[in-house]
Structure formats: structure tokens, C-alpha cells
């Protein structure tokens, strides 16, 4: 099932605020140390407030990414049913279903316990997601070939 291109679009603008919001929260409040080496090279050795400078220059790059994506897409898939706007859909779903599941939820889990860790291996989540994102592809895919 491919999101739509706004939903998607604002589903991820949202999951970035949460996670910006509350990793902010957290390691100015609870100390706690930034997961990601791109981030936590700012934030720790410059200020927490780069988390949300960073927002949009993760929209940025995800926007390049679907953009130049979708193009190779159409590039290698010579299928008329294939088109650029489908392409950006899948990749759009794609990086929602995992930045949603792999990260926020995480987030969200840790906030609604207390900012106390969880009780799990919380890589697991990350992998359901790319389980999924890999089932989605393919159903995607078998839709496709099914039209033709």
C-alpha cells in the first residue's frame, strides 16, 4: 500500500518534530547522549539546539532522496505503469514505514515510560520495519505485474 504524497510528506515532517522535540528534551533535561553520530557530533559539542536547525535539512535530504530515487526508478523501470510519481510514492512510504517504526515509535515508547529505557532490544522494531518495507516493495511489485 503506497501513502499518499502530502500524507506521507506531512507524516514525516511530524515524526521529525517528535523526534527533534524529544531528543532535545531528553538530553538537556535527562542527560541522556544522542543515538545517531551525525547529530550527536552537533548537539553534544555545540548546542542541543541543533536538533532543530537539523530539521530541515533532514527534509532537505529526504526530498533529494525521493527526487533522485524516483528518477533512477524511471531510468531502470521501462514499464509505463511505473512512473515517476509512482516511484516517489514507494520511497516515501518506505521511509516513512521506517523512520516511523524505527525511530519515532522508539521515541515514543521511551517518552510514555519515563524517559527510562526500554525493557527490550529496541534494534528489533528496525528490523520489523525493514520486514515490512521489504513485503511492501514486493506487493508493490506483484500489483504492478498483475496490471500489465
Known sequence: MLLNKKVAWIIFIICGLFDAVFSYIAVVYFGLREAAPFSGFFVHRISPIFY??????????????????????????????????????LILTTIVIVYGI???????????????????????????????????????????????
Open 52 to 89: 532543530f536547525i537539523l530539521i530541515p535539512f533532514g527534509i532537505f535530504l529526504a526530498y533529494i532522496v525521493v527526487r533522485g530515487g524516483s528518477w533512477i526508478g524511471k531510468k531502470i523501470e521501462k514499464s509505463p505503469l511505473c512512473t515517476r510519481d509512482f516511484f516517489e510514492r
Open 102 to 148: 524505527g525511530n519515532t515509535f522508539v521515541n515514543l515508547l521511551i517518552f510514555i515510560r519515563g524517559i527510562s529505557p526500554l525493557p527490550f532490544n529496541y534494534q528489533i522494531l528496525g528490523m520489523i520495519a525493514l520486514v515490512l518495507v521489504i513485503v511492501n516493495i514486493f506487493y508493490e511489485d506483484y500489483k504492478i505485474r498483475k496490471m500489465k
